[in-house]
Structure formats: C-alpha cells, structure tokens
C-alpha cells in the first residue's frame, strides 16, 4: 500500500506518539519495579498483605507473590519495548502494526497494573484510537474528500441561443424575425440586450454573470452575508474533547480507587506511609490522612468530571465551553508539571495531556470555527 496515497491524519500522530511516550515511561517504572522487588520494604509490604484479607485467603508465600511481580513486570516490560517499535511503525502506515499493538494491548493492560496501571492504561487508549475514524481510512486507503460547493455553470454559446455576443451585437442590432410558416420558423429569436444594459464578453461568462444577484450571491443588496468560519468541525476540536474525556475518565477512577483503599485499610497506607516518609508520619495521623485523601479525590471527582462537561459543551460548538476547557487544562497542566518536578514522574503523562489539548483549543482554525457561533 503506498504511503502517499493521503495525507496522515493528526489522530494517527497523537496516537502513536502517545504510544511510545507511554512505553518508554512504562519501560522505565517497570525496571524501577523490579529494582526493588528485593529490598526490605517490598518483603515487608507482602507480608502485611498476605496477613490480611484477601491475601490471607490466596495461599501464596512471600516468595511466590515476589515471583508473579517479577514475572508480571518483564512481561510489561517486553510488551512495552514491542509498542515502542511498533509505534514507529504505525506511523509508517502499516497494518500489520497496528493488528499487532492490538493483540499486545490486552497483556500491557493486565501486567502494567504492577506499575500503578495508568500508563498502560494510557498506551491502551492510544491503541484503541487507531481503529477510528479517520485512522481507519488512512490504513484502509480510503480519502474521502469534501463535498464540493455547487458553482454555476457557466453557460456556452450553444447552451445559449436567446444570447448574443457583443462582436456580433455590432454588427446585427436586430435580426429580423423570420416570416411565419418558413423553415427556421421553429429557431427562437435573437435578443439584443437594452442600450446600457451590462452584456456579456467572451470568455467572461453570460449576461447572467453581470447581475449576481439573479444567482443569490452574498454581498449584494438585500442579500444576507454568513458569519462565521467553516460549518464542519475542525479535528482539533475533535482531539481536545477526546483527550479530556480519556483523561479525566482515568483520573477519576483513579482517584475513586484510591480512596476506597484509604477507607478500607487506612492502617496499611498508614504503614507505607511510615516506611517512606517517617518524619512526615511523626505528625500525621490516620484520620488526618483518611480525611485529606478522601476530600482531594472528591475535588479531582468534581473536576474531571466538570472538564467532561465543558468538554461535551465545546464539542457543539459552545465558545464558552472552549474558553473554560482551556483554562481547565492549563491549571491542570501546571499542577501536573509541579507534581514532576517534585518527584511524581508519572504526572508527566496527563501533563502532555493537557499541553496538547491547550495547543489543539489554541489552534487558528479552531478560534475561527468558534468565531461563527458562540452558543449552541
């Protein structure tokens, strides 16, 4: 299939784009994982957990649960490496690629959870892109193009026997009308537009063209002018609203997991936090860390689900909305990117999510689409 038969479409590029970051960091936790499967911290989590419900009940020893990490990390890691490659792939428009990062997505998906699951989650998501539309054109080799604004046509001298030429005016004012019964009584008279009339010139269309408002063309007279930029929805907006709804569904579970884990087993977060951060633990107690993670996961709740909101809004067009989702992503961004520089690297990737939707709603087209109508 060649390449160049059209044009990339921008969601194949984010997608595959996504797909490698993703890996690449993915890549990198996992070895960080495995880097510490051995320590004392790690040995000490296991057996907290396998003390009590439900690793009581799985039968396992520490030893087995370090081995299924183990496992279940180079197996991430592998699939992880594959996707990065495979990624460079897809961009080349290769089918086989993206059948083959489908079939990888399901064991990423699974096996990433040893590394907190969002990053596989993220590259699974990037997958699952490459099967719409308009990705599932470019790979097919289907172009569907625009349909084309209906033109007048412009009239011919045999499509026009009631017109007359100027050369030919100057020659004939008049042709006599021909006697009643002859043969070329059934061919229709001749007419000379009035004196002052505009006429039409070779090559510069019919006498029609001199009169555009008989066509309805806008501008003239009693004519309604459009306002705004193109009717049909340019594929940033399209983008922006996708990565927000991605996001912001996988933040908010997120979030919702994290504190159904505080409030199952506040003790065992309580002990983590002990074994990393002991002087912070010295003032902080277990209902003071319950109720600070269950207020902060209701606050991101309410956000991420306030962006889909303003995200589902701009997506019909609602100038308002695009304006509030890019100051959503933008606070959101830079809150992330603090995160990051304070050490939570797994930040960076909803940080790229919001650069890019901010970069999308902030494109000229998308300002000009927007400009047409401001409400829905």
């Known amino acids: 299939m060649s390449d160049t038969a059209s044009t990339r479409p921008r969601q194949v590029t984010v997608a595959a784009s996504l797909i490698m970051a993703g890996s690449v960091l993915l890549v990198i936790a996992v070895f960080d994982q495995i880097a510490g499967l051995r320590s004392l911290e790690t040995r000490e989590a296991v057996e907290d957990f396998l003390a009590d419900p439900p690793g009581?009940?799985?039968?396992?020893?520490?030893?087995?649960?370090?081995?299924?990490?183990?496992?279940?990390?180079?197996?991430?890691?592998?699939?992880?490496?594959?996707a990065v490659i495979l990624g460079t792939q897809v961009l080349r428009r290769s089918r086989a690629a993206r059948i083959a990062l489908s079939v990888l997505a399901v064991p990423l998906l699974l096996t990433g959870l040893v590394a907190g699951g969002f990053l596989s989650s993220v590259v699974a998501v990037s997958v699952a892109m490459l099967w719409m539309q308009p990705s599932r054109d470019w790979f097919d080799g289907i172009e569907r193009r625009e349909p084309e604004r209906?033109?007048?046509?412009?009239?011919?001298?045999?499509?026009?026997?009631?017109?007359v030429?100027?050369?030919?005016?100057?020659?004939?004012?008049?042709?006599?009308?021909?006697a009643h019964g002859s043969a070329g009584a059934s061919q229709p008279p001749v007419v000379v537009p009035p004196q002052g009339e505009a006429r039409a010139y070779p090559g510069f269309g019919t006498a029609a063209a001199a009169h555009p408002e008989a066509l309805g063309r806008p501008g003239q007279p009693g004519q309604p002018t459009p306002v705004g930029g193109p009717e049909r929805r340019p594929p940033a907006v399209v983008w922006?609203?996708?990565l927000t709804w991605t996001f912001a569904g996988l933040v908010a579970v997120g979030m919702l997991l994290t504190a159904v884990v505080i409030l199952l087993t506040p003790d065992l977060v309580m002990d983590e936090v002990r074994r990393q951060e002991p002087a912070m633990a010295e003032d902080l107690s277990e209902d003071l860390l319950v109720g600070t993670t269950v207020v902060m996961a209701g606050i991101l709740v309410v956000w991420c689900t306030v962006a889909a909101v303003f995200a589902w809004f701009a997506f019909r067009r609602a100038g308002w909305a695009r304006v509030a989702l890019l100051v959503s992503a933008a606070v959101a961004g830079a809150g992330c990117l603090a995160g990051v520089l304070v050490g939570s690297f797994p930040l960076?990737?909803?940080?790229?999510?919001?650069?890019?939707?901010?970069?999308?709603?902030?494109?000229?087209?998308?300002?000009?689409?927007?400009?047409g109508r401001g409400t829905i």
């Open 56 to 82: 009581e009940g799985l039968g396992l020893s520490v030893n087995g649960v370090l081995d299924i990490l183990r496992v279940g990390s180079m197996v991430a890691a592998a699939c992880a490496t594959a």
């Open 150 to 163: 209906a033109t007048p046509e412009r009239a011919t001298p045999e499509s026009r026997p009631a017109e």
């Open 165 to 178: 030429t100027h050369e030919h005016a100057t020659h004939e004012h008049v042709r006599e009308p021909v």
């Open 240 to 242: 922006a609203c996708a």
């Open 348 to 371: 960076l990737v909803p940080m790229i999510g919001c650069a890019v939707t901010t970069a999308l709603l902030a494109r000229p087209e998308v300002r000009r689409w927007y400009a």
